[in-house]
């Protein structure tokens, strides 16, 4: 449970070929989206539009097992993540990313499955629902932009369930305390309703 921490809290080993992780960990696909995040847990977070109704695709999964890979050509680095069914948690996941870094570049892909999902409650749902999100930042000497793409199927193992989020942030050091910043998110589900697709601005 709680006992040693509700934050990243884990163990592991590492050497020139990476690390191995085990413990509570964010997932690839919530730190493909931290990234480009100029909101972090305020009321403009980017998570109110990249969850789906409430179901979050920005995890910090307990009982994981993650690789990471180390730097690769000054670039790249990967990184993968298993979480087994275990408590309450009646799915496993997988979770895995590609980051990129270079001259004031940020880039990440990630993607993640969910098994079981809703299937043993609603017999005509898919097995398993999955997410794929990229991010871009750029960031110079007083300001950066982002931006990023998402889209969800199959959501919570219903067939046809899927939503796509897109948004667009930008940063400016206007004085050494003071920042200007703004980000447009949109959500849009692929439901029966015709205006339940919403906006923010930040």
Do not use: C
């Not at 309450?88 to 980051?99: I, K, Q, R, Y």
């Not at 067939?159 to 849009?188: E, I, M, V």
């Not at 439901?191 to 906006?199: G, K, L, N, V, Y």
């Amino acid at each position: 449970g709680n006992t040693l921490s509700s934050r990243n809290s884990f163990a592991g080993v590492k050497g020139n070929w990476g690390k191995v992780i085990w413990g509570r960990y964010d997932s690839p696909m919530k730190s493909a989206g931290r990234m480009v995040e100029y909101f972090n847990e305020r009321i403009g977070d980017a998570r109110n539009a990249t969850a789906y109704f409430g179901k979050g695709w920005d995890n910090r999964y307990a009982e994981m097992l993650m690789y990471a890979t180390p730097t690769l050509g000054e670039m790249f680095d990967v990184r993968l993540q298993f979480v087994p069914e275990n408590g309450g948690n009646e799915t496993t996941v997988f979770s895995g990313a590609v980051f990129f870094k270079k001259s004031g570049f940020k880039a990440a892909v990630a993607y993640e499955t969910k098994g079981a999902g809703m299937h043993h409650v609603v017999p005509d749902s898919a097995e398993s629902s999955g997410g794929i999100r990229a991010s871009l930042l750029y960031s110079a000497e007083r300001w950066s932009v982002s931006g990023l793409f998402q889209s969800l199927s199959n959501v919570d193992g219903m067939k046809d369930l899927s939503a796509t989020t897109y948004g667009l942030g930008a940063n400016f050091l206007a004085t050494p305390k003071w920042d200007l910043k703004a980000q447009y998110y949109a959500f849009d589900p692929n439901t029966d309703m015709d205006d339940d697709a919403s906006s923010m601005i930040v």
